[in-house]
Nanobody
Framework: QVQLVESGGGLVQAGDSLRLSCAASGRTFINYVSGWFRQAPGKEREFVATITWIGTSTFYADTVKGRFTISRDNTNNTIYLQMNSLKPEDTAVYYC???????????????????WGQGTQVTVSS
């Protein structure tokens, strides 16, 4: 499995932007569909965004569409989540995720995830 480490979380005000990074190691990262999920206190982990092997296709949750952008740099084994116009309801722990190697299925549910990062906290104040 691939190992994933997130960074870039923090405390911001509503309307601000943040960029999360996820560094992968242990396997050839281009072979993994990847994505971001989040979990707010007392809620289940939910899908945020996902991206194909070489970044040609992306898919977003309706709650973040138009505000968040997922991208990847396979040369540096990193995926990113650019978050703009942040809202208090975006407050959560954000998790990087990877699917099974050589699977082309986009990661739209937690059941499709094979590897998780440890998470990074994002807090948006009003």
């Amino acid at each position: 499995q691939v190992q994933l480490v997130e960074s870039g979380g923090g405390l911001v005000q509503a309307g601000d932007s943040l960029r999360l990074s996820c560094a992968a190691s242990g396997r050839t990262f281009i072979n993994y569909v990847s994505g971001w999920f989040r979990q707010a206190p007392g809620k289940e982990r939910e899908f945020v965004a996902t991206i194909t092997w070489i970044g040609t296709s992306t898919f977003y949750a309706d709650t973040v569409k138009g505000r968040f952008t997922i991208s990847r740099d396979n040369t540096n084994n990193t995926i990113y989540l650019q978050m703009n116009s942040l809202k208090p309801e975006d407050t959560a722990v954000y998790y990087c995720a990877a699917g099974r190697p050589f699977s082309s299925v986009l990661l739209t549910t937690t059941a499709l995830v094979a590897s998780w990062g440890q998470g990074t906290q994002v807090t948006v104040s009003s």
